[in-house]
């Protein structure tokens, strides 16, 4: 979680990994390998998700998920300053 993932992430696309394969081993991929892909994974009815929301799209550039704007985690709206800061 959290910037280790980033960074990871980063390392990956820079060691030749197609950056839509990286974001699906992030997601959609380890939910199914976890067998929990029927509820987490992927962004759709019925699916429990927490988002990103970015300045830019990371298929376009990975990097663009070192400036995340907002978290949206159980329907709150927050930014990760704010998420961090909660206690």
């Known amino acids: 979680h959290g910037v280790g993932s980033i960074l990871e992430m980063d390392a990956l696309v820079e060691s030749g990994l197609p950056i839509n394969e990286v974001l699906k081993s992030a997601t959609i991929n380890a939910a199914t390998m976890l067998k929990i892909s029927d509820k987490f994974g992927s962004v759709k009815p019925g699916q429990v998700a927490d988002l990103l929301l970015?300045?830019?799209?990371?298929?376009?550039?990975?990097?663009?998920?070192?400036?995340?704007?907002?978290?949206?985690?159980?329907?709150?709206?927050?930014?990760?300053?704010?998420?961090?800061?909660?206690?």
């Open 54 to 87: 970015l300045p830019e799209n990371p298929l376009d550039n990975i990097k663009a998920l070192r400036n995340i704007k907002f978290v949206i985690k159980s329907g709150i709206v927050k930014t990760p300053q704010e998420w961090m800061n909660q206690k």
